[in-house]
């Protein structure tokens, strides 16, 4: 009978080894499927935030051509306005007057132009924060890798329960 509990205890240590082995082999496979997952995440929003610098280049060179545009038909509609005035011979108030609603409206369409272009930088930049966001909330290094000790505690108390098993049995007989 003296045979069978040492043949219990060495299957249990066995055993235990065994289990914290594959505890940590597990653990380090879930370390690095998302270490990989991370480095995907982390490849994804660099693609995103290129992207995003794409579209706020494309924002701003098309409120740059808005805006030469806007002024281009200024003094276009300006040099009309002086043009017929000189070729007629008036002067005054009511050119004065034509001219300066020729600014008004340069104005308010630039100012449309630039509203235009800093709501759509404003959503740029809201989507860069959402992408920031994503990444780093899908990120995470939270993987509780087992230490050899919390192994050999495991393997220490299932070793006691089966001495104590064993134990029970053998006094019993």
Not at 75 to 90: D, H, I, P, Q
Request: charged content about 20%; hydrophobic content about 35%; glycine content about 6%.
């Amino acid at each position: 009978m003296s045979i069978a509990p040492a043949v219990v205890y060495a299957i249990s240590a066995i055993t235990a080894a065994a289990s914290a082995a594959v505890a940590y082999k597990t653990s380090e496979d879930q370390v690095e499927a998302q270490e990989d997952y991370n480095k995907y995440l982390e490849k994804q929003a660099i693609e995103q935030y290129s992207e995003l610098d794409k579209q706020e280049a494309d924002v701003i060179e098309q409120s740059y051509k808005e805006s030469m545009q806007a002024q281009r038909e200024y003094m276009k509609a300006r040099s009309t306005v002086e043009l017929n005035a000189a070729a007629t011979g008036t002067y005054g108030q009511s050119i004065d007057l034509a001219i300066t609603d020729l600014g008004t409206g340069l104005g308010q369409r630039l100012g449309d132009i630039t509203g235009k272009r800093n709501m759509q930088l404003d959503n740029i930049a809201t989507e860069a924060k959402n992408v920031k966001a994503s990444a780093v909330g899908g990120s995470d290094y939270s993987i509780n890798q087992p230490s050899w000790y919390q192994g050999l505690n495991t393997g220490l108390s299932t070793f006691g329960s089966t001495y104590n098993t064993v134990s029970t049995t053998s006094d019993a007989d």
